[in-house]
């Protein structure tokens, strides 16, 4: 495992995209600490990507740092990625922990746990020479496409948000690229925080306080080029724009 860890930090230093690892991943367990070494190498965890591929399939995380989560900005500079895939989202901030613990944590005591909800950007990209390139552990080693996160302001009266009939309309340069309601495949997100809490994050002691949980794409992943500008408009969660150049 450790050469595959070094192969993948070696490709964000030297930009030198990789065609394939050396050693695969052999199953999600030594994908996921693959994932956590990478973690721990590039600095603090302050957020979370969830995701599910059906409303009932086992979800699927990768823990984001710091040094790629961006609070209510609207640009970022090109050369941060290799491509530029954005996705309109909903994460999470949560204001009290959730440490890891034996007895499951029920819907409730996440709810409770939640300090604020946000419309969010999530931009993948890859440290392989293709995206989409490998086979899904690989790219789950690989922070599963991890480029960036921005968080947009905090939603008045979160708890009345329903995520399943939210409307999110994406535009690329004034043109529309994907119109949904409720496009997250996984369905209900709060699923995806439970499972957060429970499972997903217990390699790292559990949810903490002021970490963000973004809950997958509800446009479907855009790619787009550098400078142009993208608008992801939300039904009741307000706009964001966001130009990449």
Known sequence: MTDTVEALIAARETRKWLSALDNRPADEAEAYAIQDAVARRLGPVTAWKVGAATPDAEPFRAPINAATVFENTGHLPANMFQVIGVEAEIAYRFGSDLAAREQPYTRDEVLDAVAS??????????????????????????????????????????????????????????????????????????????????VGARSFGGLHAGEVVTTGSCTGTVFVQPGSRSVARYGTMGSLTLTVD
């Open 117 to 198: 909800v946000h419309p969010a950007w999530e931009i993948v990209d890859t440290r392989f020479t293709g995206f989409g390139s490998q086979d899904r552990l690989s790219h789950m080693a690989d922070q599963f496409n991890h480029g960036a996160l921005i968080v947009g302001p905090a939603i008045a009266d979160w708890r009345a948000l329903d995520p399943l009939s939210e409307a999110v309309t994406l535009e690329v340069d004034g043109e529309t690229r994907m119109e949904t309601v409720g496009g997250n495949s996984a369905g209900d997100p709060v699923r995806l925080l439970v499972w957060m809490a429970n």
